[in-house]
């Protein structure tokens, strides 16, 4: 089946860095979404994306639909500790009705 | 606006016992999802519904799943009987008539011993 490619798969960063992680698929998606989990808790809707190209922010976070609707990329600027947590890209293409195809996932970790 | 809630949180069962998962959507949300996490796996759909139909059960694993949404409000997915692969994290989500995005209640742990 249909598998996304997310990376990297964990990041340690110190307070105040950037961070970018990105996600991959090996055919065409027409919708991006990013979320966010925080330990014992669902995962939480970070930003949609919907037309190639799109570029979306929501506060520090910025996350970009890629022009060959094959990818998507996450950033979060000025990273917080409130930041932690693992982040997924999910998404869905053309057929496959509304379920959404998961990452596995990318770990982040901030050294205050 | 309440979001979505699962009942239980965490559910310990024996194999071959019967374990009932529940979901509330958020109110007023036509489609709601079931999602199964299992460790170190990605997260999967397993069944999708538009009120009370299923729209799409393509991720069920097999006939010891039971999914139903009665009177399109709350959804039960009922796993009977329990095998020791069940285990893992049942998400349910739900989205508006229209939209793609769709918003998680917290989960429930379900292990099989």
């Known amino acids: 089946g249909q598998q996304l490619n997310q990376s990297p798969q964990s990041m340690f960063i110190q307070e105040g860095e950037d961070v970018s992680m990105n996600c991959t698929s090996s055919s065409i998606f027409n919708t991006w979404l990013w979320y966010k989990q925080d330990p014992g808790e669902g995962p939480v809707l970070l930003i949609a994306?919907?037309?190639a190209g799109e570029l979306t922010s929501n506060g520090r976070l910025t996350a970009q639909f890629g022009t060959t609707r094959k990818d998507s990329f996450l950033n979060i600027s000025a990273s917080i500790p409130s930041d932690v947590g693992i982040y997924f890209c999910a998404g869905t293409y053309a057929g496959n009705n509304r379920k959404l195809i998961w990452g596995l996932g990318t770990s982040l970790a901030v050294n205050p | 606006e309440a979001g979505v809630t699962q009942f239980p949180s965490h559910s310990v069962i024996e194999k071959g016992q019967t374990v009932t998962l529940r979901c509330d959507p958020i109110?007023?949300?036509?489609?709601l999802y079931w999602y199964r996490r299992v460790m170190g796996k990605e997260i999967k759909f397993l069944l999708h519904?538009?009120?009370?139909?299923?729209?799409?059960e393509s991720g069920m694993p097999n006939n010891r799943f039971l999914a139903e949404r009665t009177g399109g409000t709350y959804s039960t997915l009922k796993v009977q009987p329990a095998e020791l692969e069940d285990s893992g994290v049942y998400f349910c989500a739900s989205s508006p008539g229209t939209y793609y995005e769709q918003y998680f209640g917290p989960g429930t742990r379900l292990t099989v011993t």
């Open positions: 109110s007023g949300h036509d489609n």
């Open positions: 994306l919907y037309k």
């Open positions: 519904f538009v009120k009370e139909s299923k729209q799409d």
